[in-house]
């Protein structure tokens, strides 16, 4: 049986949303091929019929996942009020919600100390897209010129991520908090004052 073209295109998009929230989920070597195409009630074989390799899926996946924060980047911009945007957006990073669901939240997060492993397309993908975030989100920091804030946002960025990452690696909810306040108050106050 032959599918159509439209069917082809949203069983491969199908894919590389469900395949992005597991890579985020469960790393890179924690999604199997066979066990995804399963969750999807369909073929291992099935799977080439899309892509050419798992490498190219991940690529796709860590670009898909990009765009899904960027939309809520967006959306949380967009709700601010004026004046409050960095500060919503580092309340929001750093919430209890984010940090409890890697599979929906920020690939950065969820895939910082795997990343440098990534085959080279997949690493371009997340460069790329860091980029974008930077040019993005740049306007919103302190800082005197274009390059300074840029840089702002690199720290901040950088903070923001490992200190998801750390809340993560925690087993008590309490600690977690902790980490993720202390860490909230530290970058509103140098970012937001």
């Known amino acids: 049986m032959r599918y159509s073209t439209e069917h082809k295109q949203e069983t491969r998009e199908r894919i590389v949303r469900t395949a992005s929230r597991h890579f985020r989920r469960r790393g890179e070597s924690g999604v199997g091929i066979a066990d995804l195409m399963s969750k999807l009630k369909l073929t291992h074989g099935g799977f080439y019929k899309h892509f050419g390799s798992k490498d190219e899926l991940l690529a796709e996946a860590i670009a898909k996942a990009f765009e899904e924060v960027e939309e809520r980047f967006n959306a949380a911009v967009s709700k601010a009020k004026p004046g409050t945007v960095l500060k919503s957006l580092i309340e929001n990073y750093l919430s209890l919600e984010h940090c409890a669901n890697p599979g929906e939240g920020c690939p950065m997060a969820a895939l910082a100390s795997e990343i440098g492993r990534f085959p080279k397309a997949a690493r371009a993908e997340f460069e790329k897209a860091m980029r974008r975030r930077v040019k993005q989100a740049a306007g919103l920091l302190p800082g005197k010129t274009e390059r300074e804030r840029e840089r702002n ?12 990452n750390v809340a993560r690696a925690l087993s008590d909810p309490t600690a977690r908090k902790t980490v993720l306040d202390a860490s909230k108050d530290f970058y509103i106050k140098a970012f937001c004052s």
Do not use: D, E, I, K
């Open 153 to 164: 946002c690199l720290a901040l960025m950088s903070g923001l991520v490992g200190t998801v």
